[in-house]
């Protein structure tokens, strides 16, 4: 018997590796490393979000969906991830 591609599969054996690979940063877990370690050390933070806005503080917890941004004088914040442009740290 030969092989035989699945007959709802039309992508190539390269695009079908390229599929499965999962390049996001949760995939990787390097988006969680990096949160961590700013969390446990409670570095200073600047967050950029998509519309533009700009927020400094520093992580205290995340999750999947979510950062929570302490700030000195000001109110915490919830910010969901995909709201998230970049962050770095100052």
Do not use: C
Not at 26 to 46: C, F, H, I, N, S
């Amino acid at each position: 018997m030969r092989w035989q591609r699945h007959p709802h599969h039309g992508n190539s054996d390269r695009e079908f590796r390229e599929r499965d690979r999962d390049p996001r940063p949760e995939g990787t877990m390097t988006e969680a490393e990096y949160l961590q370690g700013l969390a446990r050390d409670l570095k200073p933070v600047v967050v950029h979000l998509r519309s533009g806005e700009v927020f400094r503080g520093a992580i205290e917890y995340y999750d999947q969906r979510f950062i929570r941004l302490t700030r000195q004088r000001e109110p915490n914040l919830f910010i969901f991830k995909h709201d998230i442009k970049y962050i770095y740290e100052e």
